[in-house]
């Protein structure tokens, strides 16, 4: 019997899976190394307020019913400018990924006006409407238009060619090709671009707050910090992490109803 | 329903697909398209059923549309293109929802084109819980399911493995056993022309044109019959014959799409 020698074994990592748990471990060991720092002097409080005080700030918010009517305010314009700009960018992504004259007008349009800052155009459409709730929704609606043309766009695009065929071939109306077989084909990519533009309409709304707003959290940050009130203002900043964590978990659940079939 | 190619010519750009293709489909028989690859077998099917706009020539149809058709032509693809959102009952009735049956009529319809493809027990599946030969087999019950006039099928069995062909085989013979639906059946497989086809018509390389259409003179239902083996193996022979030159040159060919 000639010698033997074990194959090694060279086919293990780079495969990461999820580690339940992991994430909440991290969280407590940052937030506690933070209390701790906190607690022995190492942060001074003006700078950085412990966990707890922020904790403190936000209840007492949450009493007064202070934190309730930012909340609402800000939840409100994101709302309507998030509708707003989603509807709109759906029906032009949707147009582009049909028509040749839509795509060929409406790629270099988008181009061109997606990378301005939504933000540097606040004072324009405060001009054009007024310095209450149209310019902070439009700001917003404007800031989710782009993303959206751009993924609705895409994944229309990403469709197979030949389930397009298949429903020409069995007679469908073109608008039954659309309802049937593009729109439904695109939503995996139509949900991923939600994501990223309720991220966008997050980060728009408290912009768009710091000018003429006496609600919403972004007023609500801006008065905190005037006031160096830093605990309060780190607490509006935990409420925005929170809501972009309840979209994102809202997002995934809708994500796992509507595509099922993946 | 009869079907008619005359003088059929195709181009993409400068590329010559099909050069005057004239071939006749009788009512109930089934034609096979074997050649080369890259001879324009696909594209001539999809100028056949209506997908494709021929550069030049016409198609055209003779004789009355079988009773209770509502799609003359329908195709069963070498990719399934099933839809992955819909159930294979959504799938089915898809190719039904735009012609205003009633849903009671609708059910049957589909209930039975199911059962005819052994996929009543799948009904509420979706395509990727399926295997190949299952998933092709909903884009033949979608098929039938219309009724159809003429049958173009584009290579339905390429993308199965060899057990499965097979056993899909049997099913395609049974069916056209009972509903005797007029086909055309796209395949580079000369296995599948010989067993399946009741003629066989060969297309010379790029451009295609028609070289040669040879009868299968064995009895469809007799050809699994040992007696036939030898017969239908020489037929083989002689049509690999007829393309094997030109499919080693075809195979040597750069892509150039």
Known sequence: ?262 | MDLIVREVSHRYGELRALEAVSLAVQAGETLALIGPSGCGKSTLLGIMGGLLEPSAGEVLTSGPLPEGCLNPFTYIFQDFALLPWRTVEGNVSLALEHHGLGAGERAERVASALALCGLVEFAHAFPKQLSGGMRQRVGIARAIVVRPALLFLDEPLSALDAQTRELLMEDLLAIWARERTTSIYVTHNLQEAVRLADRICVLSRRPGRVKEIVEVEVPREERANAEHARALAELQGRLWDLIRDEAAVADREMQDA
């Open chain 1, 1 to 262: 019997m000639p010698e033997t020698r074990p194959v090694a074994f060279r086919g293990g990592g780079f495969n990461p899976a999820g580690r339940r748990g992991a994430s909440w471990i991290a969280f407590a060991a940052i937030i506690a190394a933070w209390q701790l720092s906190s607690s022995s002097g190492l942060l001074p409080a003006l700078f950085m307020p412990s966990p707890l005080s922020v904790v403190e700030a936000l209840a007492r918010r949450v009493e007064t019913g202070a934190l309730t009517r930012h909340l609402a305010a800000s939840l409100q314009r994101i709302a309507l400018g998030w509708a707003v700009g989603t509807l709109g960018g759906l029906a032009i992504g949707t147009a582009m990924g049909i028509f040749a004259v839509a795509r060929s007008i409406g790629l270099p349009v988008t181009s061109a006006l997606f990378p301005i800052p939504k933000i540097a155009l606040l004072p324009l459409l405060i001009l054009w409407f007024g310095i209450g709730e149209p310019s902070k929704v439009a700001t917003i609606a404007l800031g989710v238009l782009f993303p959206t043309i751009i993924s609705t766009y895409t994944a229309i695009d990403g469709v197979p060619r030949n389930l397009i065929r298949m429903g020409q071939s069995f007679g469908l109306p073109a608008a039954m090709i659309v309802w049937k077989i593009l729109l439904p084909g695109a939503l995996p990519g139509i949900l991923s671009g939600f994501r990223i533009s309720s991220s966008i309409a997050l980060i728009l709304v408290v912009a768009a707050e710091m000018i003429g707003a006496e609600h919403g959290i972004g007023a609500f940050i801006l008065a905190a910090g005037n006031l160096m009130q830093t605990d309060q203002l780190v607490a509006g900043v935990v409420l925005l992490s929170l809501l972009g964590l309840a979209v994102s978990f809202g997002l995934s659940r809708l994500e796992r109803w509507l595509l099922r079939w993946r």
